[in-house]
């Protein structure tokens, strides 16, 4: 039988709907140099990429002050 949010012992549902995120313990400094290393790694070809013509008129859009 499946077991339902109501079933676990806090009573909420595991996509962290309801939870309070201060109540998470803080990362450590090694997991936190090994999660950015692991992001730039595999995020290196998208930073490096040119950016596209129609993000980067967007981008000029919001650099706009508005009034």
Known sequence: MSETHADRPNGKAESGQGLD???APPLNATV???LGQTLRGHYADTLS???DEHLEALLAKLDKPTG
């Open 49 to 51: 990429a040119p950016v």
């Open 32 to 34: 936190r140099r090994h």
């Open 21 to 23: 995120p201060s109540a």
